[in-house]
């Protein structure tokens, strides 16, 4: 079996649900964020000294190398999806694409005082990007669903 790989809008809940479905599965985990963090320090201050071109350029080298068949769950970061090329790399090379999704009241409380560097502007990204988290084999509204709920449906689906 290929990889998983999740998408979906900040605060959906990707790196929790992803960790454990890994476990679940037991398959290594992989958060693009958290490989980002590692190589080049906390998303907000890449951001400000790099500008988000540069971060964009880090995210996508981190995705294409783990475009690569092998048995993970991967999280994606939430400007993934919005890249049409990194979408039909992740949809090729995954076995599934889930994407979780949550209207935008739920996410706008879980992720105001998170210190993510795009938070002002997330209304209009998520009005933006919804035709990109559309593209997916299973898309999965989480907001009144507990993590169990959330993994027991996408195992279903696999
Ligand atoms: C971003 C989402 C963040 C992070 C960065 C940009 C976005 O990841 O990659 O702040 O453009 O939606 P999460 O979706 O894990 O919060």
Redesign the pocket.
């Known amino acids: 079996m290929q990889p998983v790989a999740l998408g ?4 959906t809940g ?2 929790t649900v992803g960790r454990k479905l890994a476990e679940r599965l037991q398959f290594p985990f992989v958060d ?2 958290e490989v ?1 963090v590692q190589r080049y320090g906390p ?1 907000a201050s890449q ?1 400000a000294e790099w500008g988000e071109e540069t ?1 964009r350029a880090h ?1 996508r080298e981190v995705v294409l190398e783990h475009c690569d068949n092998k048995l993970r769950v991967l ?1 994606t ?3 993934v999806w919005t890249s049409e090329s990194l979408r039909w790399y992740l949809r090729e090379s995954a076995y599934f694409c889930v994407v979780l999704t949550a209207p935008f009241e739920v996410l706008a409380r879980r ?1 105001q005082a998170s210190g ?3 938070v002002s502007v997330a209304r209009e ?1 998520y009005d933006q990007r919804q035709q990109a988290y559309a593209d997916a084999d299973l898309r999965l509204d989480t907001h009144d669903l507990s993590e169990d709920q959330v993994i027991e449906a996408i195992l279903c689906r696999l």
């Open positions: 979906g809008f900040m605060g990707k790196t693009t964020d980002l998303i951001f971060f995210e999280a970061g939430g400007g992720i993510r560097p795009l990204l």
